[in-house]
């Protein structure tokens, strides 16, 4: 089971001095756009062991993402680790509506609005075809639905790992780790 702290905790264990390894596992381009003022980017598609037991130097390891999904799935994916990762409730949003410090910058479409978008396209684009050119496009739809229904029971999208590597999604970020003041 995943460890959680909420980011007021999170905060509270900050301001008191204490050593506080925080990575976002958001792309790229989600994290130029909002992130925790001290966080170190390592999107969930490129995260190690080895560049986990990077961030942390030994101590606990803290993860954030926009919502917890993302969190969650990187907390699991370093489990088999002997580092000691806690997933922060509700995200970088939760951080944020907290009122807590946040570096923001340019805006990005979020990953989860960019499957949307690229299913309902796929979607529409296979049944239009479907009916105006052959029957065999609604293989797209089915396809589609297929994939969105093994999303949703593995709870791993494979168009949102294909949209992380896209170029937009790569973009550097505007602010390195804790390089920037915070903005409210």
């Known amino acids: 089971m995943t460890r959680t702290i909420l980011p007021q905790e999170l905060a509270r264990l900050k301001a008191a001095g204490q050593p506080v390894p925080l990575i976002d596992v958001r792309t790229p381009a989600e994290f130029r756009e909002m992130h925790v003022d001290f966080a170190q980017n390592i999107p969930l598609d490129r995260l190690t062991s080895a560049a986990a037991q990077q961030?942390?130097?030994?101590?606990?390891?803290?993860v954030i993402c926009r919502s917890g999904g993302r969190g969650k799935q990187a907390c699991e994916r370093l489990a088999a680790t002997a580092l000691d990762i806690v997933?922060?409730?509700?995200?970088?949003l939760a951080w944020s509506e907290a009122g807590l410090p946040v570096v923001r910058g340019k805006k990005a479409i979020s990953l989860e609005r960019q499957v949307?978008?690229?299913?309902?396209?796929?979607?529409?684009?296979g049944s239009l075809l479907a009916l105006t050119v052959h029957p065999y496009f609604a293989g797209?739809?089915?396809?589609?639905?297929?994939?969105?229904?093994?999303?949703g029971v593995t709870?791993?999208?494979?168009?949102?790992?294909?949209?992380?590597?896209?170029?937009?999604?790569?973009?550097?970020?505007?602010?390195c780790s804790g390089g920037c003041g915070p903005t409210a």
């Open 55 to 62: 961030a942390c130097e030994g101590r606990t390891l803290y």
């Open 116 to 125: 949307r978008i690229a299913a309902g396209l796929l979607v529409l684009a």
């Open 155 to 175: 709870d791993t999208c494979g168009m949102a790992m294909l949209l992380a590597k896209m170029p937009w999604n790569q973009a550097a970020p505007s602010c």
């Open 140 to 151: 797209i739809a089915a396809f589609v639905g297929a994939g969105l229904t093994f999303a």
């Open 87 to 92: 997933n922060v409730e509700g995200g970088t």
